[in-house]
């Protein structure tokens, strides 16, 4: 039952995240139920249940009959913070709950519910939109912020000199690891449009001098060169061959020792645990063509496409990486 009404909590939180509740109370709270529900525009009808059903939920406290953010979701989903992890709850709002009400018709189909059911590039579509392009490259970094902070932190940096984060959206990944490893420069690869994005995002952190955006598209440019490149949350986007042929190009821009890190909500290699990356799967079924994979599956194309050693390490929650050595 838990499962088969998620969606009523899922949906709560997501218009919570919409409304900006946490970072109108972070700013003005605590608040009452009438202050707070006038300062968010809802109708007095249904605003204490909602505000209640928070409580209830863990994302809001309330004491004295003022409602304030807990210590978590006031760090993590209070927009104005640089720890602010909801845009990836954003992104789910306004896109993916609509999709997902048309997975059976997905998983009939086999064919892709996003806005490129009706044909076109999925990337090219959504980036079209300015808004939808800073929604969407916001939405990665809320996605990736912690395995970033892992990368930096279990990766041997020592080694390298170099890394490039390919298809980086705002950078998240490479900053918290250039933040972490004062040795190190690079930066990221995207399409044309995001790089000031990137840019900024960078900027915000102090990392400009030390961070770079090469702009490209990494099926028709070759990959720019670094002693470390990164692929998050890339080759799922993709069809097999189109993933193969990632992992060529990095390869072939590598240098020999070089290292390649895939990271995603890898799956198990038995495939019954990690619900969070076969959902995921689903997801990319859902968006476009890709699905995600187990660690044994990656580190085969790893090896079709040349390179010499390969090995698995967790990363947090759901995600690990994947690191291949030329
Ligand atoms: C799912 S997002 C992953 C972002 C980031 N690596 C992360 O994990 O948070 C895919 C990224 O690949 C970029 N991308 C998609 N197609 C691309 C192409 N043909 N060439 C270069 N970048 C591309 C997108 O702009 C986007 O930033």
Known sequence: MQLGFGFWASKTLLSAVELKVFGTLSEAGPLNADELGERLGLHPRGARDFFDALVA??????????????????????????????????????????????????????????????????????????????QFTGAMTGLSRAAGDAIA???????????????????????????????????????????????????????????????GNFFDDPLPS????????????????????????????????????????????DRRHNAFGLLMSLNMLIEGLGFDFTGPDCRGWMADVGFSESYVEHLVGPDSMVVGIK
């Open 153 to 215: 932190a279990k990766f041997r940096w020592r080694d390298y000199g170099s890394v490039i984060d390919i298809g980086c959206a705002q950078g998240a990944v490479p900053a918290a690891i250039a933040t972490a490893h004062n040795h190190l420069s690079g930066g990221g690869f995207d399409l044309p449009p995001v790089e000031p994005i990137f840019n900024s995002y960078v900027t915000q952190f102090g990392l400009a001098d030390r961070l770079r955006f090469t702009p």
């Open 226 to 269: 670094a002693d470390v490149l990164i692929m998050g949350h890339i080759l799922h986007d993709w069809e097999l061959d189109q993933k193969r042929l990632l992992l060529q190009k990095a390869y072939d821009a590598l240098p020999t020792g070089g290292a390649l890190i895939v990271y995603e909500a890898i799956i198990d290699d």
């Open 57 to 134: 939920l863990r994302m809001l406290d309330r004491t004295g009959g003022r409602y304030s953010n807990t210590p978590e979701t006031d760090l993590f989903l209070d927009p104005a913070k640089p720890t602010y992890v909801g845009g990836v709850l954003e992104v789910s709002n306004a896109r993916l709950y609509t999709f997902w009400g048309s997975l059976t018709e997905g998983l009939r189909t086999g064919q892709p519910q996003s806005e490129v059911k009706t044909g076109g590039d999925f990337f090219e579509t959504l980036y079209a939109d300015p808004e939808k392009l800073a």
